[in-house]
C-alpha cells in the first residue's frame, strides 16, 4: 500500500491538458469561470444528475469527468446528492412516461436560480428512442433546458466545454 | 439426451437456429416447469408474442439449449412463476406487454407498466384496458419495523428505479425492488426496424453493455439467416468485448471499494478504466465502441495505431493491476466491509441462473463463453474463475480474476487475428427465419431473440440482460445487513436498469 501511495504522490499528475486549441478554450473559460461563478454563486456550481430514461451510456461519461484525467472539482463544479443543493440539473434520456413525474418533481425541488443541461441525443428530442408509447420525447418537453449537449454519448471533453460554458451562461444571466 | 426428447411436443419449428424451438401443449408446458423446478434445467429466458409465450430452457451440463412454445388461444397460459420463482418478473412484463394472463399466478402486479403510457398491453393484440390501481408493496409486519422508501431519483449518478426496506432498527429485514422506470419500449421500436436501426437500438440496451448487446444481436440474425461473419470481424469482435469487460470491471472494483470509504482505489482503477475507453477509442473510434459490431462483421477494422494502443494499455494494465490487487488484499478496512456481507446462497444463484460474476461467486460454473464456445471463444484459452462464499468479497475477487483473464485473452487475439474481410454480404428473401443467441457480457449472459421477415425487418425481437434473474438475488443477499452495507451490495451486482426495464 505504502509504495501505491508514495507513487502516487510523485508520479506527477495526470490531469488532462486538452490538445493545444482546446487548452487554449479550456483555459479561457476556466478563468471567466471564476469570475463568472464568484458574481453570481461564489466560486462554484453544484450539479445535481438526473437520469431520466438513459441507456447508462451517458451516466458512464459523466461519471468520467470525476477521474484524475478530467477532475471536474478543478473548476469548481461538483456533484451533489440533493436537487436541493443544486444550482444545475444535468439530465439525461428520452424521458421515459414512467420518470417524468420524478423529473418535474426534482426539478421543483431544486432551489432559484438554478439551470437544466439536457444531455446527450436522447435528451435533445428522444434520439433513437424518440417516438415510443414510452418516452416523452426531450427533456424541454417536461422542463425548461438552458443547454444541449450533443453525443451519444458525449465525451468527457464535450460534457466538460458544455459545463464551462453554462458557466460563462450563467454570468451572463447574472 | 436432447432437452426436447423429455417434453412432449406438438411440432418443431424448422426456421429455428442454432438450437430447436417446438410448440408444446399443456402436457409439454408442463413437463418443462418440472424440468425447470427439480433443477436439472435453468430458465434462460421467457418472453411474449401477440399470442404466445415462450421459454429458453439450459441444459448446462449438456450445453444445450431449447425454445418451448406455447400458443395462448385464449390468451392466456400456465403460469410458470407459481411454481419456479424466477419466473416471476418476466411473467408480470409479459402481461403488461401484451396481456396474455398466466392462469394460477400469485402475483399479478405490474411490473413495467406504472399506468401513464396512455395504453395498456401495448405490444399485444388486446383492445382493452387495463384498470389502474396502487402498487402494492408486499407487506413487512411486526412492532418494531419500519420502512424507508428510495429512489426513483438516487443521490448518486445512478439510474433510477425504486427500492423499499423494510429495517428493525438498522437490519434490513426485506427489501423490495419496483423498476421499470427506463422503460423505453425498446422491443415495441425494434417492430418493423431496418437490420441498421435494430443494430442500434440493441446497442442501446444498457450503455455499459453495447458491445455484448451488438454482439448478441449479430449473432442471432447470422443465426437466423444460416450465415457467418469473417474471422477477421469476429476475432475484433471479440477484442471489442473483452476491452468492454476491462472497462467494467476496474470501473466497478474501484466504485465498490468507494463504498468502503477507501477512495484511493477508486482514483485508481478510475485511471485504469479511462485508459481502456481511450484505447477503445484510438482503435474503433468510439469510447463506448457502439455501433461497430453489426449482423454480418464489423462497419471498421482497427485502426493502424490501435494494435500499439492495445498492446500499451496491456503493457500498463500488467505494471499497475498488481499493485491494485494487493492493495485490496492487505487493506482490513476494506476486508472488514467486504468479507461476508451480501451474501447470494448458492442454491438461489443455481435456482435463478444468475449469470456473471453474481453467479461465479457463488458457486455456479457458468460462463456463455466457455459452456456455449460460440467463436472465437471456441480457439481461445481462458479459465473462468469460480468461487462458493458468495459475499461482496468473491464478486471483487472474481471480478479481480476476469480482468486478468481479459488481458490474455486480448493479447492472445491480438496474436491471432489475420489480414482478411471484415464483413459479409447479408442474403435477403430467405423467408420468415428466427435466430437466438448468448454472448457475455460483463455482469453476465445476453439472450436475443429475433425473427426476420422476407424484407430482413425485424418482426419480433427480445433482449434478455443477466440482471433479469440477479435483481432478486439482491433482495436476498441485503437481509440480515444493515442499510449501510447495502450501497456496497448494490456495487457488487450492479445489475442493469436500462438493460432490465428495456
Ligand atoms: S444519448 Fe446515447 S448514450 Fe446517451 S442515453 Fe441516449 S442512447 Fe444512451
Not at chain 1, 147 to 153: A, D, M, S, Y
Not at chain 2, 208 to 236: G, H, K, M, N, T
Request: hydrophobic share 45%; with cysteine; charged share 20%.
Amino acid at each position: 500500500m505504502r509504495k501505491t501511495l508514495l507513487e502516487s504522490l510523485t508520479h506527477g499528475s495526470l490531469t488532462e491538458p486538452a490538445p493545444a486549441p482546446d487548452e487554449a478554450a479550456l483555459a479561457e473559460l476556466a478563468s471567466k469561470v471564476d469570475r463568472a461563478a464568484q458574481a453570481r454563486l461564489g466560486r462554484s456550481l453544484a450539479i445535481r444528475q438526473v437520469d431520466a430514461g438513459s441507456c447508462n451510456g451517458c451516466e458512464l461519461e459523466i461519471h468520467a469527468l470525476s477521474n484524475a484525467f478530467y477532475d471536474i472539482e478543478r473548476f469548481g463544479l461538483r456533484f451533489v446528492a440533493s436537487p436541493r443543493h443544486a444550482d444545475v440539473l444535468l439530465v439525461t434520456g428520452p424521458v421515459t412516461h414512467n420518470m417524468r413525474q420524478a423529473l418535474e418533481r426534482t426539478y421543483n425541488a431544486t432551489p432559484d436560480p438554478k439551470w437544466v443541461v439536457a444531455v446527450g441525443g436522447c435528451a435533445l428530442d428522444g434520439g433513437i428512442f424518440g417516438g415510443s408509447y414510452a418516452c416523452v420525447g426531450g427533456v424541454s418537453e417536461v422542463v425548461p433546458v438552458d443547454l444541449q449537449i450533443k453525443g451519444c454519448p458525449p465525451t468527457p471533453t464535450d460534457l466538460l466545454k458544455g459545463l464551462l460554458a453554462l458557466l460563462e451562461h450563467v454570468g451572463g444571466k447574472g | 439426451m436432447d432437452i426436447l426428447d423429455g417434453i412432449p411436443h406438438v411440432h418443431a419449428v424448422a426456421s429455428h437456429r442454432p438450437w430447436p424451438r417446438a410448440v408444446v401443449a399443456d402436457a409439454g408446458w408442463q413437463a418443462a416447469i418440472e424440468q425447470l423446478t427439480a433443477g436439472r434445467l435453468t430458465l434462460l429466458g421467457f418472453w411474449g408474442e401477440p399470442s404466445a409465450v415462450h421459454m429458453a430452457l439450459l441444459d448446462g451440463a449438456a450445453a444445450e439449449i431449447a425454445v418451448v412454445t406455447y400458443e395462448c388461444a385464449a390468451g392466456r397460459f400456465p403460469s410458470v412463476a407459481r411454481q419456479h420463482l424466477p419466473a416471476l418478473r418476466l411473467e408480470r412484463t409479459i402481461h403488461d406487454l401484451f396481456g396474455l394472463t398466466p392462469t394460477g399466478a400469485d402475483d399479478m402486479r405490474p411490473w413495467l407498466d406504472h399506468h401513464v403510457w396512455g395504453k395498456s398491453f401495448p405490444l399485444g393484440n388486446r383492445n382493452v384496458p387495463r384498470g389502474a390501481v396502487t402498487y402494492q408493496f408486499l407487506p413487512a409486519e411486526g412492532e418494531a419495523l419500519h420502512q424507508v422508501a428510495v429512489g426513483p431519483v438516487h443521490a448518486g449518478i445512478i439510474e433510477p428505479g425504486h427500492f423499499r426496506f423494510t429495517a428493525n432498527g438498522e437490519h434490513v429485514v426485506r427489501l423490495e425492488q419496483w423498476l421499470g422506470y427506463t422503460h423505453k419500449g425498446i422491443e415495441r421500436l425494434m417492430q418493423g426496424a431496418s437490420l441498421d436501426v435494430a443494430a442500434k437500438l440493441a446497442n442501446r440496451t444498457s450503455g455499459d453493455s453495447a458491445v455484448a448487446y451488438a454482439f448478441a444481436f449479430a449473432r442471432a440474425v447470422e443465426a437466423a439467416l444460416d450465415i457467418e461473419a469473417p474471422p477477421r470481424a469476429i476475432f475484433l469482435r471479440a477484442l471489442m468485448a473483452e476491452l468492454e469487460r476491462l472497462a467494467n470491471h476496474f470501473g466497478d472494483i474501484g466504485a465498490i471499494c468507494n463504498d468502503a470509504s477507501f477512495a484511493l482505489m477508486h482514483a485508481q482503477t478510475g485511471i485504469l478504466r479511462e485508459r481502456c475507453l481511450r484505447a477503445a477509442n484510438v482503435a474503433f473510434g468510439h469510447r463506448l465502441m457502439m455501433d461497430v459490431i453489426v449482423p454480418g462483421g464489423v462497419v471498421q477494422d482497427i485502426a493502424p495505431d490501435g494494435d500499439m494502443a492495445l498492446r500499451r494499455l496491456l503493457a500498463e494494465i500488467k505494471r499497475v493491476f498488481p499493485r491494485l490487487i494487493e492493495l485490496y488484499d492487505n487493506t482490513a478496512s476494506l476486508q472488514d466491509r467486504t468479507v461476508t456481507t451480501g451474501i447470494v446462497k448458492t442454491e438461489y444463484a443455481r435456482q435463478f441462473g444468475a449469470g456473471g460474476y453474481v453467479g461465479r461467486a457463488s458457486g455456479r460454473n457458468f460462463d456463455a463463453r466457455r459452456t456455449l464456445a460460440y467463436a472465437p471463444y471456441d480457439r481461445l484459452a481462458f479459465e473462468v474463475p469460480v468461487l462458493e462464499a458468495g459475499d461482496v468479497n468473491a464478486r471483487v475477487w472474481i471480478r479481480i480474476r476476469e480482468v486478468e483473464q481479459s488481458v490474455a485473452l486480448i493479447a492472445q487475439i491480438l496474436d491471432l487475428m489475420s489480414p482478411g474481410e471484415i464483413r459479409s454480404a447479408v442474403p435477403a428473401g430467405r423467408g420468415d427465419c428466427e435466430g437466438l443467441a448468448v454472448t457475455e457480457a460483463f455482469r453476465g449472459d445476453v439472450l436475443i431473440w429475433l425473427r426476420l421477415d422476407q424484407e430482413l425487418r425485424v418482426q419480433r425481437c427480445h433482449l434478455r440482460d443477466a440482471s433479469w434473474f440477479q435483481w432478486p438475488l439482491l433482495e436476498t443477499a441485503i437481509e440480515g445487513n444493515i442499510i449501510a452495507d447495502f450501497p456496497l451490495c448494490n456495487k457488487s451486482f450492479n445489475c442493469s436498469y436500462s438493460g432490465a426495464d428495456l
